[in-house]
């Protein structure tokens, strides 16, 4: 890619993205960071070559190599920092970059109020899998933004995983409640077959393990394969099997005192209560 990139704000989400430009197409020489913290600026100048300045919002900044005229404008701070740090930025709007919010919640329209009428905004909701280029996100744009600009932001998130697009922002709280939040469910769901391994007797360790490797390994199966979930899970299930009787209770057949609705009910009022939260944190 040949624009300048200005990435703000440098955390876990941050980084995530900036390594995997690099891993990608872009050059270090092509990207600044902005990051407060004298400390951590120093160490991602160490490990990764790019340019980190304390504050580019400011014209006045002493401590800014060249940020003029970015193509992209990256905000990965928190939410609540946002507000303040957009009208930091809105003095580039007139150099017609992409702004590029991953920060849950925050609406376009609020960024708007903050950038201007004039702002090119794309809202987009990664995950944490970014870290490891297995990302997933989907974006929305506003009306200002060319069709070039959408593909350099699909470049960016596609460098740490898979882009989808939608058209409907308020999709993005059951984005949010879907993939945002999901690798947390999946955590969780080996934390608890771990445990029902160590009740049936298994040594600790090793059902943390083995928890953890099939709980990675069949999602690894899943990516492979061009089945659906549904087919993988139906190639293993021999009826009247030790899978087929796990699945009865999971799903509610069985020991209804245990699984009412089973997990398919569980998961539906889980990302029910994601999205209904995600709708509040953004009013
Ligand atoms: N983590 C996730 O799973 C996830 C998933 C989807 C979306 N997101 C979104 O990604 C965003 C970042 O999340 P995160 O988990 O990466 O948070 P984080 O680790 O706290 O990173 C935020 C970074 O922004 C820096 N910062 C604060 N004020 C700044 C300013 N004025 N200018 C430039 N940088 C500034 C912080 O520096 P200091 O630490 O020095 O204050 C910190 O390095 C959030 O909006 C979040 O909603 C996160």
Do not use: H
Request: hydrophobic content about 50%; aromatic content about 4%; some cysteine.
């Amino acid at each position: 890619m040949t624009f300048r990139l200005l990435l703000v704000g440098c955390g876990k989400m941050g980084e995530a993205l900036l390594a995997g430009w690099l891993a990608a197409d872009l050059a270090a020489d092509d990207i600044v960071v902005v990051e407060p913290e004298p400390a951590t600026a120093s160490a991602l100048r160490q490990r990764y070559g790019v340019a980190v300045v304390a504050d580019a919002g400011a014209p006045t900044s002493k401590d800014r190599p060249d940020v003029a005229s970015p193509g992209a404008i990256v905000f990965a701070v928190k939410p609540q920092t946002l507000p303040a740090v957009a009208d930091a930025y809105a003095r580039f709007v007139a150099e017609g970059p992409v702004f590029l919010s991953i920060a849950a919640g925050r609406t376009i329209a609020s960024l708007q109020a903050r950038l201007g009428a004039e702002a090119a905004i794309v809202r987009a909701m990664p995950n944490t899998p970014a870290a490891v280029r297995r990302g997933a996100s989907v974006a929305c744009a506003n009306a200002r933004v060319t069709a070039e600009q959408r593909a350099v932001c699909e470049r960016l998130l596609g460098a740490v995983g898979t882009v989808a697009w939608v058209d409907d922002e308020a999709l993005l709280d059951a984005v949010t409640a879907v993939s945002g939040s999901g690798p947390a469910y999946l955590f969780y769901l080996a934390e608890c077959l771990a445990d029902a391994g160590a009740e049936a007797g298994l040594p600790r360790d090793l059902a943390e393990s083995l928890a953890r490797e099939t709980v990675t390994g069949a999602g690894e199966l899943l990516r492979r394969s061009p089945e659906a979930a549904a087919t993988l899970r139906r190639n293993v299930t021999s009826p009247g099997g030790t899978t087929a009787a796990a699945l009865a209770v999971l799903m509610g057949e069985k020991d209804a005192a245990v699984s009412a609705g089973g997990l398919a009910a569980l998961m539906s009022a889980a990302v029910e209560a994601a999205a209904r939260r995600a709708r509040d944190l953004s009013q």
